[in-house]
């Protein structure tokens, strides 16, 4: 068993070693303890009243805008301000908070990149340790790195502006207890990386800011302003410096945006269209409703009626309070053969060009070698201006729950399942192994991804759906072609990395989390047992 210390009102299960103090010391470990104290009860409250709306969501009511918060959407009222460094957001990077990779994200041709501690990052503690010293020290601009090969990458000048993304409300942070109960992983994010960095970064004329995911409620988004609040006035700084973009990424979210807005109005600068933990959500939340159920994950895009729904909703609700709408992620990596990868570019410039029309301020990319295609798309878009918050879309219609929850068409076919296996089995295999972006199949895949694929075939099997070839999705097809496609990824990988990889394990898990009847919530979470 791993020896226990106990330092300020918490206890860490692994020794705080040398090199970790730059990050986790006396005074950051006790802003961390004024956290938890103050915030652990009500999280767990926030997390019991996710349980009691998705039972009866279950029980068969549909997710609807809510009418006590009228008063809140028919106000005259705007966000408090947006600070100059994060006017222009046109081109966003995200991505893990591995040392490379924060060099190349914040050298590319890009105004903001996400440093990520959610769905492109497996949580080892190594992990999150290594990022958060990883980030200091990109924040103070001496940051270096020489991989094997004795070639050195170092922070150019005039950087992107760093934003952290921290933990969902619903990961633990199993590492640190309060008492015997693990903290919440993303407040450990927060207020270690606010902690050590908030002077330096104002310092540079920039802030502290962050990406929230996974929002279900604007409670839970006043959960977080309250964080917020709270960590300015222990430090001495004004109401509003921190700053937040919050995903809409989760169904019951989207019914909630005014509301998340105004409940953070003194801290939030924007909404994002999650697209990918979106699909999910509806997946996930609409589990039990059977005319509710996705075809295969690669036709549904944002040119589906429920997404295009969704997306216009957010640039309407987020331009009339003065904050930004940010595009969805491109997923896609460039190929080395020319050919392929003129095709990916231009199925990237028609997604972003569409983005770029309905009036979002900017767009995701997930590798470097997309940042000139989508920066092309949005300066064409923009012109002059730093970002879209003109564009009101008031004379549009008013966009209904039917048109958020609306199914759409399209075929269940054996090879997209086949596919959505072998997905899901290569990523849970990576994030187990400590690595949570992975690029598959040309697709830079993370949680999110995995999960649509997983919680897809959990859903066929669970009403019964047949697919395009007249077969019944049962436990025993998914068993049969989880068996034969572990096949396909060794033969496809090769025997020395299959033999080398966790891939049985992680076929394991996903056969567990598939075929019991009730959904498991997140693979990250039975996953996060499998990490040290």
Request: glycine fraction near 6%.
């Amino acid at each position: 068993m791993e020896q226990q210390l106990s330092i300020s009102e918490l206890t860490f299960t692994k020794n705080i070693e040398q090199f970790e103090r730059q990050v986790l010391h006396i005074d950051s470990i006790a802003f961390l303890s004024k956290l938890v104290e103050e915030f652990l009860p009500r999280r767990e409250k926030l997390l019991k009243d996710r349980e009691v709306r998705q039972q009866k969501i279950d029980a068969g009511s549909l997710p609807n805008f809510i009418s006590e918060f009228d008063s809140i959407k028919k106000s005259d009222w705007k966000i408090q301000s947006i600070p100059e460094d994060l006017q222009d957001r046109r081109v966003e990077i995200t991505g893990p908070v591995e040392r490379k990779m924060v060099i190349n994200a914040l050298n590319a041709n890009v105004k903001v990149f996400m440093a990520d501690f959610e769905d492109s990052l497996s949580p080892s503690w190594e992990k999150l340790i290594d990022g958060q010293i990883n980030l200091r020290d990109a924040i103070r601009g001496d940051i270096s790195y020489t991989n094997e090969n004795g070639k050195v990458y170092q922070l150019k000048s005039n950087p992107a502006v760093l934003i952290a993304r921290v933990r969902g409300l619903h990961l633990d942070e199993k590492h640190v207890l309060s008492g015997s109960k693990p903290i919440p992983g993303g407040l450990f994010d927060f207020a270690i990386y606010f902690f050590n960095n908030y002077q330096a970064l104002l310092e540079k004329g920039s802030g502290p800011y962050f990406y929230i995911p996974k929002l279900e409620s604007c409670q839970e988004a006043k959960w977080w302003s309250d964080v917020f609040s709270l960590a300015e006035d222990s430090v001495g700084i004004p109401r509003g410096t921190i700053k937040a973009t919050v995903l809409i990424e989760t169904l019951p979210a989207v019914f909630q945006m005014d509301e998340i807005l105004y409940h953070m109005r003194h801290h939030i600068v924007g909404l994002n269209c999650g697209r990918w933990d979106y699909i999910f959500s509806y997946i996930k939340t609409l589990k039990e409703h059977a005319d509710r159920v996705l075809p295969d994950r690669q036709v549904v895009t944002m040119t589906q009626s429920f997404l295009s729904a969704y997306s216009r909703l957010l640039i309407k609700t987020c331009h009339r309070r003065g904050a930004f709408a940010m595009g969805g992620m491109s997923a896609f990596i460039p190929s080395k053969d020319p050919e392929e990868n003129e095709t990916i570019l231009a199925k990237v410039k028609a997604d972003k060009e569409l983005e770029a029309r309905n009036g979002h301020d900017g767009s995701w990319i997930a590798h470097p070698g997309l940042a000139d295609t989508v920066m092309n798309v949005f300066n064409q878009a923009l012109g002059e201006r730093q970002n879209q918050l003109h564009v009101s879309r008031d004379f549009d219609e008013e966009i209904t729950a039917d048109q958020l929850l609306e199914p759409c068409a399209g075929e269940r076919t054996e090879a997209g399942m086949r596919a959505n296996i072998r997905v899901a089995v290569q990523y849970i295999e990576a994030w187990i192994s400590g690595n949570g972006c992975v690029p598959i199949y040309g697709l830079m895949e993370d949680a999110a991804t995995a999960e649509i694929s997983r919680t897809s075939i959990w859903q066929w099997i669970r009403h019964g759906k047949t697919l395009s070839t007249g077969e019944k999705v049962t436990k025993a097809l998914f068993e049969e072609m989880l068996d034969e496609e572990l096949q396909v990824i060794q033969k496809e990988l090769g025997d020395k990395r299959f033999q080398s990889g966790r891939f049985r394990e992680a076929a394991e898990l996903m056969r567990r989390i598939t075929t019991q009847d009730e959904l498991i919530e997140f693979l990250t979470i039975p996953g996060y047992q499998l990490l040290d």
